[in-house]
């Protein structure tokens, strides 16, 4: 099982990307994104079940980043808008099947993780 993320680069405040994480070996019911800042700790920025139910970290990223997934692909996206320099840092995805809607926002909960995308916003 392989989680590939990719997508990051640098922007200028205000802008757009997308991420995207293709996942090969098997399907799970969930995937989500987390980031990770330098000095901080890994935060949950927004997770997707396979019905294509949504959770996302409200404070952070709420109206600007939307989460989707195309089961036929096998791979989630984070379409992330107005861009600001806080949302600078490594996004990583994360999968898993046995995790509940409860802990979807618990990095500790997830057993699958990709190799982390970086993603620099310039003020």
């Known amino acids: 099982v392989q989680l590939q993320a990719s997508g990051g680069g640098l922007v200028q405040a205000g802008g757009s990307l997308r991420l995207s994480c293709a996942a090969s070996?098997?399907?799970?019911?969930?995937y989500a994104w987390f980031r990770q800042a330098p000095g901080r700790e890994r935060e949950f920025v927004a997770a997707i079940a396979r019905s294509g139910g949504t959770v996302y970290d409200a404070e952070s990223v709420k109206g600007r980043f939307t989460i989707s997934r195309d089961n036929v692909k096998n791979t989630v996206y984070l379409q992330m808008n107005s861009l600001k320099p806080e949302d600078t840092a490594v996004y990583y995805c994360?999968?898993?099947?046995?995790?509940?809607?409860?802990?979807?926002?618990?990095?500790?909960?997830?057993?699958?993780w990709g190799q982390g995308t970086l993603v620099t916003v310039s003020s």
């Open positions: 070996g098997r399907t799970f019911r969930f």
């Open positions: 994360a999968a898993d099947s046995t995790i509940i809607y409860s802990d979807v926002k618990r990095a500790s909960k997830y057993d699958y």
